[in-house]
């Protein structure tokens, strides 16, 4: 059985910091790539930042130069380092594990593929 679970979302001031965790079990960590996605109210999810098995990353463009995904194979854990939060940043945000492309397409990564965490909320005060 596969599971995901995040943790340290929270409540924070702009212009201030998160890391965000999600431990994986039941499938080959290191084999497989990650996501992170986030879901505000009212508004589509979006893929936040992925990496591959390779270690490759990828981010939307409005969380570039502030966040940071990284993985720990060892740990089994992929992590999100959230600078510089800003309101715009609220949202739940989910982790994903699923096989990991030869290269990186957009299209792939819009897809529902793959598990999927609970959840985390992310609230940014202004």
């Known amino acids: 059985q596969v599971q995901l679970v995040e943790s340290g979302g929270g409540l924070v001031q702009a212009g201030g910091s998160l890391r965000l965790s999600c431990a994986v079990s039941g499938i080959s960590f290191s084999r497989n790539a990650m996501g992170w996605y986030r879901q505000a109210p009212g508004k589509q999810r979006e893929l936040v930042a992925c990496i591959s098995s390779g270690g490759s990353t990828n981010y939307v463009d409005s969380v570039k130069g502030r966040f940071t995904i990284s993985r720990d194979n060892a740990k089994n854990t992929v992590y999100l380092q959230m600078n510089s939060l800003k309101p715009e940043d609220t949202a739940v945000y989910y982790c994903?594990?699923?096989?990991?492309?030869?290269?990186?397409?957009?299209?792939?990564?819009?897809?529902?593929?793959?598990?999927w965490g609970q959840g985390t909320q992310v609230t940014v005060s202004s």
């Open positions: 994903n594990v699923r096989v990991s492309p030869p290269s990186y397409s957009d299209s792939y990564w819009k897809t529902d593929f793959g598990f």
